[in-house]
C-alpha cells in the first residue's frame, strides 16, 4: 500500500464550481500535513497547512480526519487560474511522502 | 532574500555517466532535502541533510548519494545512471523543526539517454 494516495482526476469543473478531492495516508504517527500545488513543469508550491481543526484559506478549505487517516481540499468559486495539480504531503519522522496528485482543469 | 536554487536548469547524460546536482536553500534554512519526481508522478523522498549528516533516506539505492557543506548548501551525486533516472529533480529546504514546511527549487531536468 502506498504511504499517500490520491485520486488523480482530472477533475474538470466549469468556473465558478465547487471541487473537493482527498488524500489518504496509511501511517497513523504521521504529524504534519500539507496541500501543495504545482503547475505543469514547475516546482511544487506550498498551497496550506492542514489543521487538526480544519482551516481556511480564502476560497480553499483544508480538513484533517485522524481517526480515517485522509485530508481533503475543497476550492469555492473555482477560477481559470485554479487549474493545477493538488499534491498531498504527510510528514513523519522528517521525511515527506507526497501523493501523486489531483488534477484539476477549470474551464470557461 | 533568495529562494531555494539550483543548478543546473537542465542536464543530458548518457547511461553509465555520473552526475552532480547543486541547490542552495532559503535563507534561514539549515536542512535540505532532495526529491525525485518522474513525468506524471508525485516527488520520491530521496534524502535529507541536517548539519551535513544524511538524517533521513527513502527507498533509493546506494548510486544516490549526497552531500551538505558548511554554509548549508547541498549537492545530489547519482553514479550509474541508468535511463530510468530520467526525472525532475527537486531540493527543498527548511528550518530544522519537525513538521516544518518545505521550500522547493526549480528543480534540474535530468534526462538519461
Known amino acids: 500500500r502506498k504511504e499517500v494516495e490520491q485520486d488523480p482526476g482530472p477533475f474538470n469543473v466549469p468556473e465558478g464550481a465547487t471541487v473537493a478531492f482527498n488524500c489518504t495516508y496509511s501511517?497513523?504517527?504521521?504529524?504534519?500535513f500539507f496541500w501543495y500545488r504545482q503547475d505543469c513543469r514547475k516546482e511544487p508550491k506550498l498551497l496550506m497547512s492542514?489543521?487538526?481543526s480544519g482551516n481556511e484559506d480564502g476560497r480553499f478549505t483544508a480538513q484533517l480526519n485522524r481517526a480515517s487517516q485522509y485530508i481533503s481540499l475543497l476550492i469555492r468559486d473555482s477560477k481559470l487560474s485554479d487549474s493545477a495539480t493538488y499534491l498531498c504531503?504527510?510528514?513523519?519522522?522528517?521525511?515527506?511522502?507526497f501523493g501523486a496528485g489531483t488534477t484539476v482543469t477549470v474551464r470557461a | 532574500d533568495a529562494g531555494v536554487t539550483q543548478s543546473p536548469t537542465h542536464l543530458i547524460k548518457t547511461r553509465g555517466q555520473q552526475v552532480t546536482l547543486r541547490c542552495s536553500p532559503k535563507?534561514?534554512?539549515?536542512?535540505v532535502s532532495w526529491y525525485q519526481q518522474a513525468l506524471g508522478q508525485g516527488p520520491q523522498f530521496i534524502f535529507q541533510?541536517?548539519?551535513?549528516?544524511?538524517?533521513q533516506r527513502g527507498n533509493f539505492p546506494d548510486r544516490f548519494s549526497g552531500h551538505q557543506f558548511p554554509n548549508y548548501s547541498s549537492e545530489l551525486n547519482v553514479n550509474a545512471l541508468l535511463l530510468g533516472d530520467s526525472a525532475l529533480y527537486l531540493c527543498?529546504?527548511?528550518?530544522?523543526?519537525?513538521?516544518?514546511?518545505?521550500?522547493f527549487g526549480p528543480g534540474t531536468r535530468l534526462l538519461v539517454l
Open positions: 527543498a529546504s527548511s528550518a530544522p523543526v519537525m513538521g516544518e514546511t518545505q521550500y
Open positions: 501511517n497513523s504517527a504521521s504529524q504534519s
Open positions: 492542514v489543521y487538526s
Open positions: 504531503v504527510v510528514i513523519g519522522d522528517y521525511k515527506l511522502s
Open positions: 535563507s534561514g534554512h539549515d536542512t
Open positions: 541533510y541536517y548539519e551535513e549528516e544524511e538524517r
